[in-house]
């Protein structure tokens, strides 16, 4: 359509100069052209994904202004089970004149979130110096039906133990007996691992999925500080 000026976006702007979004977060899609907005579309780009069709955000979770839109991601239930942490390009989708016409796409990650720690945020080793949490994050981890017996993780999963540590899943439960179906996801994990007595003490946690981090930082803190219930303290 001759005269049509495609919508365009510039950055992509997360709360608190985060590296990474994550659901529930606010962002700000700066951009031109961007009249008649549609919705916005979040692609992901991880290769184990293919087949996922892109989610769509419609209003009211987005809002023009002058700078350009406003993205409310969704933090429920339901969405820990749409979305996945990873990779995702974002591009907004205008109607013009009966037609859609989309913007360029941008680069963003999805960081999981730590919603929960059991048995605490303070754990004692056992007897042979092991420690076993099982950590409740969202969006959820996706899995994948190896045989009757047997389901592993669909994402690279690891839990970052301060800043020297890198710890791998227990393997999710096997899948239920036919005819049930196997569960899609996760929000469960579970971690078991050793430490020497001279390595007890207080830890930050982060969660690492497909390569981005969960962001260790209180999401209700006006001013940037790292969140309590993220610490692990191992005695």
């Known amino acids: 359509m001759a005269g049509v000026s495609l919508p365009i976006l510039k950055a992509i702007r ?14 700000l899609l700066i951009g031109e052209n961007l009249e008649g907005l549609q919705s916005v579309r979040f692609t992901a780009v991880n290769t184990r994904t293919n087949g996922v069709q892109p989610i769509l955000l419609q209003a009211p979770a987005i809002q023009t202004n002058d700078e350009g839109i406003r993205v409310t991601l969704p933090n429920d239930a339901a969405a820990g089970e749409l979305w996945s942490a990873g990779f995702y390009t974002v591009a907004a989708l205008v109607s013009r004149g009966g037609q859609t ?6 680069p963003i990650s999805l960081a999981p979130r730590i919603l929960n720690i059991a048995p605490g945020n303070t754990v004692a080793r056992d007897q042979d110096g092991n420690v076993t949490i099982t950590i409740t994050s969202r969006p959820n981890v996706r899995l994948a039906r190896v045989d009757d017996t047997t389901m592993r993780f669909n994402q690279q999963v690891l839990l970052l ?12 439960p096997g899948p239920p007996p036919a005819p049930a179906t196997p569960p899609a996801s996760s929000d469960q994990l579970q971690f078991v691992f050793h ?8 830890y930050l946690l982060r969660l690492r999925i497909d390569g981005v981090d969960s962001v260790p930082l209180d999401p209700v803190s006006e001013t940037p500080k790292f969140d309590d219930a993220q610490r692990l303290e191992v005695t």
């Open 14 to 27: 997360l709360p608190r100069s985060q590296s990474s979004a994550s659901l529930g977060d606010e962002l």
């Open 101 to 106: 016409w989309s913007s360029n796409e941008l």
């Open 161 to 172: 133990l301060g800043n020297a540590r890198q710890i791998a899943p227990e393997p999710p």
């Open 195 to 202: 430490m020497d007595a001279v390595e007890v003490g207080q």
